[in-house]
């Protein structure tokens, strides 16, 4: 969106796009496998068929790296596929089977360890406060006072499986909504998708973001290089988006994201300044510092706010939502911190 | 003949505005006494050195606690501040003596001890 003071719009005209490839324009290759069950699924999605698990072990770890990719995975057919993979995949009868199976082991573990207040409002009231000075457990903290270039360079190669498709999983909760919680959640949708201007699709300045910072920005490339933790924090968004049943925790979640993205937005452009990062880098998130701060205000009035007077019954989903954004969250917080205080890379595989 | 500033001898008789352009309906603004103000874009705000900020969003929120740092646009500086230290912990918040980055903020904002969850969300 064009924001300026008294000065010309920076952002790009017609006919001034960036030189950045679109990121979507292929489907990325299939991942490597990481057990039996990702395993399983890459094989039957390679070669077009195969024996697949109807459930997930008794073993299999809800947030490990081998279920989690195995639910990436299926969930990917649903938005951009992967190359060599048939189209009509994404509704094979025998793949929706694991998928449900996988689903339900993922969202048990999320509902026994994401609580708190049952309420949307307390849910809600409990992110609307700022630390004050520096905050150990947050990246952004970090990476505004201690963060290297390096260490930018890796969230953004992380933070890449979503902001690539960055409110895409949102939309599909569009249908499900009705008055004032979808006139609202339609207008902060279509701020993220630019508002008309496909140079300003968020997906766009994050790649844009990813240029400057010398990252590749063809979609899927960094799935590999991405740790469990990272896979969690999106597949819970296509969890929430791909149900109507969880349409409250989509809510939830969405509120989350927009209420807490302003003040860690304003962190991270100031640590992309402080490593001399390039202005397409800083911009996605000054960006993102006010087009969020009016989210926060829509979503919070008109989206819960609708939604929980149409269906006060999803009051509690809504608060799920809001909990389990933070507790995924957190949890890849804790594995980037710890690996970057170790000395050690938040990857799996080194950002490129 | 009548005569009016409208109507000059030779031109067209004068119009109502409201029949050259479309009726608009009227701009909604949203009053919080605990947030910005919104206004439905776009929106030009001249600010009190003369300068214009601009902005065609849909919505603009614009600050009303003055702390913004992107003025006058909000940037949720308004908010509450914690120290997340204390976050858990029992008893009344204390002064904070270790800020940072937050040194104008804490000047103003209220610092309480309520309980915070996420840290970390990626912008949407």
Not at chain 1, 19 to 48: K, M
Not at chain 1, 57 to 73: K, S, T
Not at chain 2, 40 to 57: I, L, M
Request: proline share 8%.
């Amino acid at each position: 969106m064009t924001t300026v003071r008294a000065e010309p719009s920076p952002h790009r005209g017609p006919g001034a796009a960036s030189d950045v490839p679109e990121s979507r324009r292929r489907s990325p290759e299939l991942p490597a496998p990481r057990g039996e069950l990702s395993g399983a699924v890459i094989d039957s999605l390679r070669h077009g068929g195969g024996p697949l698990p109807q459930s997930a072990p008794e073993h299999a770890d809800a947030y490990g790296d081998d279920l989690q990719l195995a639910l990436y995975v299926l969930y990917e057919l649903h938005y951009q596929g992967f190359a060599g993979v048939d189209e009509d995949r994404e509704w094979d009868p025998e793949l929706l089977v694991l998928r449900r199976s996988l689903e339900q082991r993922f969202l048990m573990a999320l509902r026994a360890d994401a609580t708190g207040p049952e309420s949307a409002e307390e849910a809600i009231a409990g992110l609307l406060t700022e630390p004050v000075g520096y905050d150990g457990t947050s990246v952004s903290h970090h990476l505004q006072r201690d963060g290297e270039l390096w260490q930018v360079r890796e969230y953004a190669a992380l933070r890449s499986l979503y902001h690539l498709k960055e409110a895409d999983p949102h939309a599909w909760v569009i249908p499900r909504l009705h008055g004032r919680a979808k006139a609202a959640m339609v207008a902060v949708e279509f701020d993220e998708f630019g508002a008309g201007r496909p140079e300003d699709i968020h997906a766009r300045l994050f790649a844009d973001l990813m240029a400057d910072l010398g990252l590749d920005t063809s979609y899927g490339h960094h799935l590999d290089a991405a740790p469990a933790e990272a896979l969690v924090v999106v597949n819970l968004m296509s969890l929430f988006g791909l149900h109507r049943a969880l349409r409250g925790a989509l809510v939830g979640h969405f509120a989350a994201v927009e209420i807490t993205s302003s003040p860690g937005s304003r962190r991270l452009a100031a640590a992309l300044r402080r490593v001399g990062a390039g202005p397409a880098a800083q911009r996605f998130y000054d960006e993102h510092v006010e087009a969020d701060a009016v989210h926060e205000q829509v979503v919070r009035r008109d989206v819960v706010g609708g939604l929980l007077a149409a269906e006060p019954a999803l009051d509690a989903d809504i608060a799920f939502g809001v909990h389990a954004t933070g507790f995924v969250e957190d949890r890849l917080a804790a594995h980037i911190l710890d690996a970057w205080r170790a000395g050690r890379s938040a990857l799996t595989a080194p950002a490129a | 003949m009548p005569s009016s500033a409208e109507s000059v001898p030779g031109s067209a008789e004068p119009v109502p505005a409201s029949a050259e352009r479309p009726r608009e309906r009227p701009r909604r603004v949203t009053v919080d006494r605990e947030g910005p103000l919104l206004v439905e874009g776009p929106v030009e705000v001249v600010c009190d050195d003369g300068s214009v900020a601009v902005s065609d969003r849909f919505t603009v929120a614009i600050c009303t606690c003055r702390r913004s740092r992107t003025y006058p646009w909000c940037d949720t500086s308004h908010r509450r501040r914690t120290r997340p230290d204390t976050a858990n912990a029992p008893g009344p918040g204390t002064e904070d003596t270790e800020d940072t980055e937050d040194t104008e903020d804490k000047k103003n904002a209220g610092v309480t001890s309520t309980p915070r969850q996420t840290k970390e969300e990626p912008p949407s």
